[in-house]
């Protein structure tokens, strides 16, 4: 797989870095390819444009948020060290998908909007995770697709799913860069996708850096991922999350039975409707963590009404 993952990026006689942009269907081949388009893994002797290409010309059609937010992390690495960001070779219809939540404009000015905004109102479009702004994304993805597709009905799991996700990101991932979340809602398959991603130290890093330091011993990645689900834990308790965690992502998920994919350093792993639950471990590591969640919207429950302030004459 590894030897498979050398093809994404073949030698050009350019001297900018050319990133293949795939719509990849296994978890190893995403990893690599994230890992080898990283500023960090840059070979700057061989490249010193200062400019990247993200070249389309190989990208089926089927782009999902899960496909998105790690690009949208590895861009905003490249623009945070002065980078220019081209895109390339963009087919009609992936032009069309992109240009309904302004990608084009994401790529040119990237984290100067703060409040991005879609022609789709099936999208909510990629939201750069930072401190003045990460905690009005939650409610507003509630209220965008309450207001265009489910009057009536609550998509409070969303919310509170969401603002975990973003705690997540300023409480223990310890990223160099801040994340980024995309939603999207999927009206064939019935269900809403959201997806948040960074490129900090992982879960299972973050969880046996707090056992080792509490003088508690080391677990394996596996059990240190599944050690932050446990109600209550947590590695950093702040105000806003104290009490709750990532425990409250997979007890909404069990409730609307819906399904959900983690992967954080080498660790994979999924519960699928039924509350089936299964984890992995990879021969690669992923930057940091992804979280992809499919809420069934057919079993989103009835809206409740909302008391008024004072009773009526």
Not at 298 to 310: G, H, M, R
Request: a positive charge; one cysteine or more.
């Amino acid at each position: 797989m590894l030897i498979m993952a050398n093809n994404f990026f073949k030698p050009v006689g350019s001297k900018i870095f050319i990133i293949n942009f795939y719509t990849f269907s296994k978890i190893e081949n995403l990893i690599v390819w994230v890992n080898r388009s990283r500023y960090k893994n840059l070979d700057k002797i061989k490249y010193p444009a200062k400019a990247v290409i993200i070249d389309f010309s190989k990208c089926k059609p089927n782009i999902k948020p899960y496909h998105i937010t790690p690009l949208a992390c590895i861009i905003h690495e490249y623009q945070s060290k002065g980078y220019v960001i081209k895109l390339k070779n963009i087919p009609n219809n992936i032009e069309c998908y992109l240009s309904s939540f302004n990608f084009q404009q994401f790529t040119e000015n990237g984290s100067m909007i703060d409040i991005p905004v879609s022609s789709d109102c099936k999208i909510l479009p990629l939201w750069l995770i930072k401190r003045n702004t990460y905690n009005l994304y939650p409610n507003r993805a509630k209220e965008y697709f309450e207001n265009n597709h489910f009057d009536g009905l609550s998509l409070w799991p969303l919310s509170i799913s969401l603002a975990e996700l973003m705690n997540n990101i300023f409480d223990h991932s310890d990223s160099p860069i801040p994340g980024y979340t995309f939603t999207q809602y999927n009206a064939t398959q019935d269900s809403i996708i959201t997806c948040v991603c960074d490129f900090g130290v992982g879960i299972p890093v973050k969880v046996n850096n707090y056992l080792q330091t509490n003088n508690r011993g080391k677990l394996t990645n596996t059990g240190a991922l599944l050690k932050a689900f446990e109600m209550n834990f947590s590695t950093k308790s702040q105000p806003h999350n104290k009490g709750y965690g990532l425990d409250n992502i997979i007890s909404n998920i069990k409730l609307l039975n819906s399904k959900a994919l983690i992967i954080s350093n080498n660790v994979v792993y999924r519960i699928f409707p039924d509350n089936i639950e299964y984890t992995s471990e990879l021969t690669v590591n992923f930057p940091g963590s992804l979280f992809v969640i499919w809420l069934n919207v057919n079993n989103l429950s009835v809206k409740e009404e909302e008391f008024a302030d004072e009773a009526p004459l």
